[in-house]
């Protein structure tokens, strides 16, 4: 391609809005641009960065055995209604009217397309397991779209489904892809950390995303220094230390507390750490129910945790109004009085003496204690891990953040027991629900984390497996010499099948090597009176700061030998 000829160059200047490293650069290097908030025109030089690496997705899963297929972006919204996932999805699903009425999903993800295809065929055992995937459009009306293709609305997303017998054979499945997916990020140069998930809205008992450290994405972990242990904060275990095992239990004792309604008013009246108190929040569970969840006062609710305990996907805290209706003041919630269902996390076995309040305003307990003075109904796991904490055994549990690349699911029966038909003739002749797994690949959003883990102060670095191009030919000057030889060497690299982008440009060297730099092809050729009086040319690679000459005679093999 010659760049005067390419649709999108590079501008100079961008929003203030842009905040993001990727976001800037994939715009400021004409690979993006915005059409409304949260979707994206991919320009010529992106697509074809998407396109490999759909073709190195595409290739590592045929390689699986693996299958293709396309559904319809639009699902017959009965679909959804069968699994009851038109109201507990974790972003507004976007509903459409054909002319005769009907009523589809704009498919944010496919479960329920891709059972519905398999359970058209008469699958025996004998046919077990297969694993369908595609490669689709994607809408999502989530609430923020943010950082350009970090955070979006509308997206190209790698979606696989695998069917089984059991759940043995699925976790064969589960396996292979997991090592796949590492073998597909390594390849296309991003290091990730598998971490332990929630399976959210998708359903299924237990997850693993795959997710690249940086400091732009939106995942907090935590894992041991070795990553044996690695999980999203929302559903990491941690130890709880007991905190003052050999103190006196005090007795019971209600008192005036001249405070505000926040934990550290506590901590200021008491001159005493956070954990001294009891935190208590009012929940209110499938807009009906009010639960009581109290924990330690330096913990707070995991409430991804919480809605597991309390089986619901509805879950919001208490208004003002609410809680006085029960009897109660907001900032001084007791956990011993309220006639409500009470959840504890394990945290409230740690500590001797609380403090808490007395559901009345300006009116605490003190020296409460778990067992003695008050129980709840479900004690289980349901805070977030605070910043210092430590698995059961010790080890040190790091805090990290980061971009979430990819996933994959156990999904078990969840859609096949919900979609009828949705079964196997077994080897006894009786049907059985299929047992299935899912698999996620973001292709824009991994696009975009290249673009954060390689860059520098001048631009894009891109690895060679996905680059637009392998070479740049930039020819500097009007001297009739140097643009013969360019566009020589330009067409030899075409007829040898390396992928090359010549600035033919009658723009300045200053403009022509700062466009180089910020588009990031990994190999830059620059040709000028000067390399011609030497008969080479000047060599740079985009990841190294030094360039080199190499004879015009020897720069053929030597990018043959570099593009392999």
């Given at each position: 391609m010659k760049y005067s000829k390419l649709f999108g160059k590079t501008v100079k200047d961008v929003s203030q809005e842009i905040k993001l490293v990727s976001h800037k650069l994939l715009y400021q290097a004409g690979f993006i641009r915005e059409s409304v908030a949260g979707r994206y025109y991919f320009l010529p030089l992106g697509i074809r960065v998407r396109e490999k690496i759909v073709a190195i997705i595409e290739k590592h899963m045929n390689a699986t055995g693996a299958q293709k297929l396309i559904t319809p972006v639009?699902?017959?919204l009965e679909l959804w209604e069968?699994?009851?996932?038109?109201?507990?999805?974790?972003?507004?699903?976007?509903?459409?009217?054909?002319?005769?009425?009907?009523?589809?999903?704009?498919?944010?993800?496919?479960?329920?397309?891709?059972?519905?295809?398999?359970?058209?065929?008469?699958?025996?055992?004998?046919?077990?397991?297969?694993?369908?995937?595609?490669?689709?459009?994607?809408?999502?009306?989530?609430?923020r779209a943010r950082g350009g293709l970090l955070r979006v609305r509308e997206f190209l997303m790698k979606d696989a489904?695998?069917?089984?017998?059991?759940e043995k054979d699925f976790k064969e499945e589960y396996k292979k892809m997991g090592d796949t997916y590492t073998a597909i990020f390594n390849e296309i140069g991003l290091d990730t950390v598998v971490i332990e998930s929630d399976n959210g809205y998708i359903g299924g008992d237990y997850c693993h995303e795959f997710v690249v450290e940086s400091p732009a994405g939106e995942s907090r972990f935590l894992m041991t220094e070795d990553r044996s242990y690695a999980a999203h904060e929302e559903v990491a275990v941690f130890k709880r230390d007991e905190m003052n095992p050999d103190e006196e239990i005090l007795p019971l004792e209600v008192k005036d507390a001249p405070r505000g309604p926040t934990i550290a008013d506590g901590v200021k009246l008491y001159d005493k750490p956070?954990?001294?108190?009891?935190?208590?929040?009012?929940?209110?569970?499938?807009?009906?129910?009010?639960?009581?969840?109290?924990?330690?006062?330096?913990?707070?609710?995991?409430?991804?945790?919480?809605?597991?305990?309390?089986?619901?996907?509805?879950?919001?805290?208490?208004?003002?109004?609410?809680?006085?209706?029960?009897?109660?003041?907001?900032?001084?919630?007791s956990p011993l009085n309220l006639d409500l269902k009470k959840v504890g996390d394990l945290s409230l076995k740690t500590v001797k003496n609380f403090y808490t309040g007395a559901d009345e305003n300006q009116k605490d307990t003190l020296n409460v204690n778990y067992?003695?003075?008050?129980?709840?109904?479900?004690?289980?796991?349901?805070?977030?891990?605070?910043?210092?904490?430590?698995?059961?055994?010790?080890?040190?549990?790091?805090?990290?953040?980061?971009?979430?690349?990819?996933?994959?699911?156990?999904?078990?029966?969840?859609?096949?027991?919900?979609?009828?038909?949705?079964?196997?003739?077994?080897?006894?002749?009786?049907?059985?629900?299929?047992?299935?797994?899912?698999?996620?690949?973001?292709?824009?959003?991994?696009?975009?984390?290249?673009?954060?883990?390689?860059?520098?102060?001048?631009?894009?670095?891109?690895?060679?497996?996905?680059?637009?191009?392998?070479?740049?030919?930039?020819?500097?000057?009007?001297?009739?010499?140097?643009?013969?030889?360019?566009?020589?060497?330009?067409?030899?690299?075409?007829?040898?099948?390396?992928?090359?982008?010549?600035?033919?440009?009658q723009e300045s060297a200053g403009k022509k090597l700062n466009d180089a730099d910020l588009m990031g092809i990994p190999l830059r050729l620059v040709m000028s009176n000067r390399t011609m009086e030497a008969g080479a040319v000047e060599w740079k690679l985009r990841a190294e700061k030094d360039a080199i000459s190499v004879p015009l005679a020897e720069v053929m093999s030597k990018i043959q030998e570099f593009a392999q």
């Amino acid at each position: 391609m010659k760049y005067s000829k390419l649709f999108g160059k590079t501008v100079k200047d961008v929003s203030q809005e842009i905040k993001l490293v990727s976001h800037k650069l994939l715009y400021q290097a004409g690979f993006i641009r915005e059409s409304v908030a949260g979707r994206y025109y991919f320009l010529p030089l992106g697509i074809r960065v998407r396109e490999k690496i759909v073709a190195i997705i595409e290739k590592h899963m045929n390689a699986t055995g693996a299958q293709k297929l396309i559904t319809p972006v639009l699902h017959p919204l009965e679909l959804w209604e069968e699994t009851n996932r038109t109201s507990s999805v974790g972003f507004e699903l976007m509903t459409v009217k054909d002319q005769r009425g009907a009523a589809f999903a704009l498919g944010g993800t496919a479960e329920e397309m891709m059972v519905d295809l398999v359970r058209k065929f008469n699958v025996s055992y004998k046919d077990l397991p297969f694993n369908i995937y595609q490669f689709s459009q994607k809408f999502r009306d989530e609430l923020r779209a943010r950082g350009g293709l970090l955070r979006v609305r509308e997206f190209l997303m790698k979606d696989a489904y695998s069917f089984h017998a059991d759940e043995k054979d699925f976790k064969e499945e589960y396996k292979k892809m997991g090592d796949t997916y590492t073998a597909i990020f390594n390849e296309i140069g991003l290091d990730t950390v598998v971490i332990e998930s929630d399976n959210g809205y998708i359903g299924g008992d237990y997850c693993h995303e795959f997710v690249v450290e940086s400091p732009a994405g939106e995942s907090r972990f935590l894992m041991t220094e070795d990553r044996s242990y690695a999980a999203h904060e929302e559903v990491a275990v941690f130890k709880r230390d007991e905190m003052n095992p050999d103190e006196e239990i005090l007795p019971l004792e209600v008192k005036d507390a001249p405070r505000g309604p926040t934990i550290a008013d506590g901590v200021k009246l008491y001159d005493k750490p956070a954990w001294r108190q009891i935190k208590t929040v009012v929940y209110v569970v499938d807009d009906d129910e009010k639960v009581l969840v109290s924990l330690r006062g330096d913990l707070d609710v995991n409430e991804i945790k919480l809605k597991h305990v309390l089986q619901t996907t509805i879950l919001r805290p208490a208004t003002e109004d609410e809680i006085k209706e029960l009897g109660s003041v907001v900032g001084f919630v007791s956990p011993l009085n309220l006639d409500l269902k009470k959840v504890g996390d394990l945290s409230l076995k740690t500590v001797k003496n609380f403090y808490t309040g007395a559901d009345e305003n300006q009116k605490d307990t003190l020296n409460v204690n778990y067992e003695r003075d008050f129980t709840v109904d479900i004690l289980d796991d349901i805070a977030l891990p605070p910043d210092d904490c430590t698995t059961e055994d010790g080890k040190k549990l790091i805090e990290g953040h980061g971009i979430e690349v990819g996933n994959i699911f156990q999904l078990g029966t969840h859609y096949t027991d919900r979609m009828s038909g949705s079964v196997f003739t077994d080897q006894d002749g009786k049907e059985k629900p299929f047992y299935m797994g899912c698999y996620g690949i973001g292709i824009g959003r991994t696009l975009g984390t290249v673009v954060e883990m390689f860059h520098d102060d001048n631009g894009i670095i891109w690895p060679k497996a996905i680059a637009p191009y392998l070479v740049h030919i930039v020819s500097i000057g009007k001297d009739e010499k140097v643009i013969e030889e360019a566009e020589k060497l330009y067409e030899q690299l075409q007829e040898a099948g390396i992928d090359v982008l010549y600035d033919d440009r009658q723009e300045s060297a200053g403009k022509k090597l700062n466009d180089a730099d910020l588009m990031g092809i990994p190999l830059r050729l620059v040709m000028s009176n000067r390399t011609m009086e030497a008969g080479a040319v000047e060599w740079k690679l985009r990841a190294e700061k030094d360039a080199i000459s190499v004879p015009l005679a020897e720069v053929m093999s030597k990018i043959q030998e570099f593009a392999q």
